[in-house]
T-cell receptor, first 112, second 113 residues
Framework: DGGITQSPKYLFRKEGQNVTLSCEQN?????MYWYRQDPGQGLRLIYY???????QKGDIAEGYSVSREKKESFPLTVTSAQKNPTAFYLC???????????FGQGTRLTVV | GENVEQHPSTLSVQEGDSAVIKCTYS??????FPWYKQELGKGPQLIID???NVGEKKDQRIAVTLNKTAKHFSLHITETQPEDSAVYFC???WGGGADGLTFGKGTHLIIQP
């Protein structure tokens, strides 16, 4: 089955720690995205990548980093510089810019 | 850049009644308008989409209308059922938008039994 997989589903982070969220897709999509979702805020774009080894900052990139070493994978690292990291994180991919976005099931990150 | 406004933020309807969610967009270059349904704790899933060369599209109980002149589009759900309860997002996109779709802030639809 083709799809987009995020892991883990739940993640707990201590203050001052970096954590990495995984996103893998087997849809052969070039474009991949990371969104942050908070109650009442909709989907806010963190980073996006249109091609391997290239990525751009979205609207709320501060405190986050990404890599795109393989077409299938677009991991997101939440660094200790992100002051309010508790949120639901969604990864998505698209075949092209004006096509359906496929979402993963999300990772809920909580700072403890 | 594109800005998408979505209303209402919460909508409560009686089971069997219709529900309408409205969105406006700012960039006249946008030509792709999908709607997503998100159930609690899950990722959004596409339920219907429309491109700017058509004014209306239907799929069973769901329909979307687009008014390009006024830059607004709407989701219509008829004969609502309990399983329609979810958060719905509208979005807008265009071929040159490298940063992908721009999403509205979502509507929490509640179906009252």
């Amino acid at each position: 089955d083709g799809g987009i997989t995020q892991s883990p589903k739940y993640l707990f982070r201590k203050e001052g720690q970096n954590v990495t969220l995984s996103c893998e897709q087997n849809l052969n999509h070039d474009a991949m995205y990371w969104y942050r979702q908070d109650p009442g805020q909709g989907l806010r774009l963190i980073y996006y990548s249109q091609i391997v080894n290239d990525f751009q900052k979205g609207d709320i990139a501060e405190g986050y980093s990404v890599s795109r070493e393989k077409k299938e994978s677009f991991p997101l690292t939440v660094t200790s510089a992100q002051k309010n990291p508790t949120a639901f994180y969604l990864c998505a991919s698209q075949l092209g810019m004006n096509t359906e976005a496929f979402f993963g099931q999300g990772t809920r990150l909580t700072v403890v | 850049g594109e800005n998408v406004e979505q209303h209402p933020s919460t909508l409560s309807v009686q089971e069997g009644d219709s529900a309408v969610i409205k969105c406006t967009y700012s960039d006249s270059a946008s030509n792709y308008f999908p709607w997503y349904k998100q159930e609690l704790g899950k990722g959004p899933q596409l339920i219907i989409d429309i491109r700017s060369n058509v004014g209306e599209k239907k799929d069973q109980r769901i329909a979307v209308t687009l008014n390009k002149t006024a830059k607004h589009f709407s989701l219509h759900i008829t004969e609502t059922q309990p399983e329609d309860s979810a958060v719905y997002f509208c979005a807008a996109g265009w071929g040159g938008g490298a940063d992908g779709l721009t999403f509205g802030k979502g509507t929490h639809l509640i179906i009252q039994p």
